[in-house]
Every structure is written in C-alpha cells, then in structure tokens.
C-alpha cells in the first residue's frame, strides 16, 4: 500500500477528532527495552510520538488485519500482531489494569472490518424494527368519523359480545352448526390472524368509545354545580 508521508504527517496534527490518546511503552520484535512514546489513535491510524505536540509523528500502525493480544512478559502489558505473511508485532504497556483494558478495547474497535459489522448489524437491527412497526401498523384499525356509535343514556352500557342473535338460540353451543352460525364467514374460507383482528378489534374500539363518552359525560356532570356558583 502506498502511502503520502506528507499528508500523513499533517492528519496526525490536525484538529481531527481524537479516539484516545496518552502514553504507552513501546517495543518491538528484536528489542528488549521499552521506550516511552505519546500515542494517538485516530480511526483505524495509531501514531506515535517521540513527545506530546510533536507535528511529526515517528510512526504510525494501520489497524487493518490484526489482533490484540496479552502478554505475559511484563504487568498491563499487550501486543498488536498482524497474521499475515512478514507480519509484524508491536508491544505496548500501560502503567494500570484499566489503561490497558481501556486501550486494548479501543484498538479491537478502531478497524474498518469492525466497523463494518457494527454497521451491517445496526442495519438488521433497523429492518427488524421496521418490519414489527410494518405488521403492527397493519394489525391497527382505526374507526372512521361516521362509524362512531351512538352514546347510549347515561347509566346504560352495553356488551357487544353479549348480543344474541336468533339464530344462536336455535343450536346447541358447541356443536359444529352453532360455530357456524356464530361466524359463516369463518366458516366457509380460512381466516388469517389479521382479518380477525380487524373484526374483533372494531367491536372492542365501539366499546372503548362508549365507556369514554359515559366518563366525560360523568365529568361535566360533576362539574356543573362548581360553574353555577
């Protein structure tokens, strides 16, 4: 991969937002001494720094193709490794456990392939809310203005699911013909869940609509001696 130095070097000291930033130890694969170096993670670009303010950076590590790991060698110590062939290893040390978990999870985060499947699942997530807010949307019926009951006396309310009809008095409950009476409709095709929403559900919205009319009907009732006085 080519890469402009120049351009490079001026993104490590631009104003671009930050993902972390802060001290690390640092070695490499042949060394064995760490020497202290100023980090900066921005996106998937890790530059290091001989010191805080510096405009060019010593080096920079491209988070593409690598894993984080722990060490063993020294305490909060980790390394970044890269598999492929001629791969490198850079080790790095923090000076507590939660620096080092700290940092540890933010180089784990900061590759392009993480972030893409931070956004392909995002984007499942979307389309299964969607499509529930879809089959809700569906399930949902709502009564038109010339549908809206008559409000009944006051003191009197009725059941919809209450009312007989002649042909119910003349079967037996239970019995094959007396489901049949209760719904030909059923009977003679195969409903699906949503045509008997919709059936039940306006009953229910008229009975609701009752019950609301009653309890304002109650309410300016209560309130009418207060308007006199």
């Not at 921005?42 to 290091?48: D, E, H, S, T, V």
């Not at 919709?198 to 209560?222: C, F, H, N, P």
């Amino acid at each position: 991969m080519k890469i402009n130095e120049k351009n490079l070097c001026a993104f490590a000291s631009s104003a671009t937002p930050v993902d972390r930033d802060g001290w690390l130890d640092m070695r490499g694969e042949v060394g064995k001494s760490y020497q202290k170096r100023w980090f900066v993670l921005k996106g998937n670009l890790l530059f290091y720094f001989d010191k805080k303010g510096d405009k060019e950076p010593v080096g920079v590590i491209v988070l593409e193709g690598c894993t984080i790991e722990l060490t063993e060698e020294e305490a909060y110590s980790f390394k970044i490794v890269f598999q492929c062939e001629n791969g490198r290893t850079y080790y790095l040390c923090t000076n507590s456990q939660a620096s080092m978990e700290t940092w540890m999870k933010a180089l784990a985060c900061a590759s392009y392939d993480y972030m893409k499947l931070m956004v392909s699942d995002l984007q499942r997530q979307l389309d299964e809310a969607q499509a529930e807010a879809a089959a809700e949307a569906a399930l949902v019926t709502i009564t038109s203005p010339e549908e809206e009951p008559k409000v009944p006396p006051r003191g009197q309310r009725y059941n919809p699911f209450n009312r007989v009809t002649e042909s119910d008095t003349k079967t037996v409950q239970g019995s094959r013909h007396h489901k049949e009476n209760l719904r030909p409709d059923l009977a003679l095709k195969k409903v699906n869940f949503r045509d008997i929403h919709t059936s039940y559900g306006r009953k229910i919205l008229v009975d609701r609509s009752v019950w609301r009319a009653r309890i304002a009907k109650q309410r300016e009732e209560a309130a009418q001696p207060l308007i006199q006085l």
